[in-house]
């Protein structure tokens, strides 16, 4: 089999007595949109930031395309194709949208060492923030500075600046949260197109998005994975029907 | 057409001032008024310096004063050991700005916030406190330089109007540059790591070498600064590095309005010229000064500049 493009290996991480990761191996398919779901306090976050390298683990490994990536700094990873988007809205507040597209495209197109040329009128760099923003259907926002966005604008605009950095892989943590129904619905149907394109790994408490676009879903419960396949065998589980759903009307009632 | 702007206009009114300053000193005789304007002049160089590091690159240094004295010391020291050659003692100057700038930067990067200040704040007060142990360099009491740089016939430091033209030259160069700087590629990263650190990493960012990098840039900016004060006291002294002095210079910058080109100059004149006019109507004179400056800082979000924007938009 091919070698997988995300592979997380027995990670663990405390925090103090806790165990918030515990023992979590998961691999995610090139291709594959690969969801991570878990009742509040499961340690969701505190995995992502470990696939980020916002924090590290205190043992275990993440490899990234075969390589180590266990102990890379955000910004090595962010390099080597790996993007993210923040459960809590995480924006240059006053830039503008088309300008929080454009350095994330600007990252990743020759040294940022340059003092002397405008960038903003850099075209490749300004053709690259409209194109991410009209993908994610923000291009009319563009020159808004992003203080004055809305939520659901601002939600659609971190998975643009996400997007221009060409990734390999998408960590999106909870891209749902706060949204309204329609927003939900937009998103969805956003996602539906963008992993075509790119494999992702989604992190949400939106049970209906979940089962609507994930190829394979990871239980995660008080740190560990506690199954772990298609979102046909998640929903005949026992072990997370007891553990997560609970009364899970959420789950049987979609599809 | 962009339509009229009062900060715009404001702004062209004084660099007007300041371009025609000597010419109404010559016409009236009075030199007092160039001498405080080449000195504000050159204040205002070090501000815009610590403007770009606070104000667009949200690093809020408590110790910009030291690059006056290094920049100063260079001169004097080099003149007192028979170097008088400005082709010589500027570049030295900046050089030894620059390098540190990036010693200390590389130290104080590694904090953020409330530590950053105290420990730019601490790095100059050391520099105070090494000047004041020169002794062959007057310690305590500072140097005199009784010769200013020679630069070979080019231009004649000892010449007001001539002096005060390179002071304004090399302002206006400064603000040129930072122009430059704040819009490129660089000057987006650096005040994109002031809006959103934690962003700007996770987008692929390697935050402390833009920051660092911008810090030193700033420094040897403010050593320039540092050697023409030196040329226009005739003096260098520790006091220059006196973090009141650090002080004073972050006024300026809040005065006038963080982050915008013109804003350092505009708080430099005004901050002087209060502290010059307040000064002789009573010895008193920071009574009046702290809480004037107080409303200004409380009421006047953005300072003089932010207060003229509001004012154009009415």
């Avoid at chain 1, 993440?62 to 194709?81: E, K, M, N, Q």
């Avoid at chain 1, 040329?117 to 760099?125: F, P, V, Y």
């Avoid at chain 1, 643009?160 to 999106?172: F, I, Q, R, T």
């Avoid at chain 1, 956003?190 to 990871?218: G, N, T, Y």
Wanted: aromatic share 8%; glycine share 10%.
């Amino acid at each position: 089999m091919a070698e997988p493009l995300l592979r997380v290996e027995k990670l663990v991480r405390r925090f103090g007595g806790i165990i918030a990761t515990d023992n979590v191996s998961l691999e995610v398919a090139s291709g594959e949109l690969h969801a991570i779901i878990g009742p509040n306090g499961a340690g969701k976050t505190t995995l992502i930031s470990q696939l980020t390298g916002h924090l590290e683990p205190h043992s275990g490994s993440v490899s990234l395309a075969g390589r180590d990536i266990t102990y890379l700094p955000a910004y090595r990873r962010c390099a080597l194709g790996l993007a993210r988007s923040f459960q809590i809205t995480s924006l240059l507040l006053d830039f503008t949208a088309a300008d929080n597209v454009a350095l994330a495209a600007q990252a990743h197109a020759g040294t940022s060492f340059r003092f002397f040329a405008n960038a903003r009128k850099e075209k490749g760099l300004r053709d690259a923030a409209h194109a991410a923003l009209d993908r994610v259907g923000l291009l009319h926002r563009a020159d808004v500075v992003v203080s004055r966005l809305s939520h659901g604008e601002r939600r659609e605009l971190e998975l643009a600046v996400a997007l221009a950095s060409k990734p390999k892989l998408l960590l999106l943590d909870e891209p749902m949260a706060g949204l309204g129904v329609t927003e939900s619905q937009r998103m969805v149907k956003l996602l539906q197109e963008l992993r075509k394109e790119v494999s992702i790994v989604l992190v949400e408490h939106d049970m209906p998005a979940v089962f609507a676009l994930a190829d394979r879903i990871s239980v995660l419960v008080y740190g560990r994975v506690i199954a772990s396949g298609d979102p046909a065998a998640i929903r005949q589980n026992e072990d997370v029907k007891r553990a997560y759903l609970g009364d899970q009307h959420v789950v049987t009632h979609h599809g | 057409m962009k339509a009229f702007s009062v900060s715009k206009a404001v702004t062209a009114l004084m660099l007007a001032g300041l371009v025609l300053l000597p010419l109404y000193s010559h016409l009236t005789g009075n030199i007092f008024i160039l001498t405080l304007f080449t000195r504000i002049i050159i204040l205002a160089l070090a501000a815009a310096s610590l403007n770009l590091i606070m104000g667009f690159g949200g690093m809020m240094s408590f110790g910009h004063a030291a690059y006056l004295g290094i920049g100063g010391y260079a001169v004097g020291m080099l003149a007192q050991e028979g170097v008088g050659s400005g082709f010589i003692q500027f570049p030295v100057a900046l050089a030894a700005s620059a390098t540190y700038a990036l010693v200390i930067g590389a130290l104080s990067l590694r904090t953020r916030g409330v530590y950053f200040i105290m420990i730019t704040l601490a790095f100059a007060q050391m520099a105070y406190y090494v000047a004041s142990g020169l002794a062959r360099y007057g310690g305590d009491d500072g140097l005199t330089v009784y010769k200013r740089s020679d630069f070979s016939g080019l231009i004649n430091l000892g010449d007001r109007m001539q002096f005060y033209y390179l002071c304004l030259a090399c302002l206006l160069g400064v603000i040129f540059l930072i122009w430059r700087i704040v819009n490129s590629r660089f000057g987006l990263v650096v005040q994109g790591l002031r809006s959103n650190e934690q962003r700007m990493q996770a987008i692929g960012f390697a935050a402390k070498r833009y920051q660092l990098v911008c810090f030193v840039i700033s420094g040897t900016m403010c050593g320039l600064a540092g050697a023409l004060l030196a040329n226009n006291t005739d003096f260098v002294s520790p006091a220059v590095m006196y973090w009141t002095r650090s002080g004073d210079l972050m006024v300026m910058v809040i005065l006038g309005g963080m982050g915008t080109l013109f804003g350092p100059i505009m708080g430099a004149v005004v901050f002087l010229l209060l502290e010059e006019f307040l000064s002789q109507i009573t010895e008193y004179w920071a009574l009046i000064m702290g809480p004037l400056l107080l409303l200004i800082v409380l009421f006047g979000r953005g300072g003089i500049m932010g207060a003229l924007g509001r004012a154009g938009r009415g």
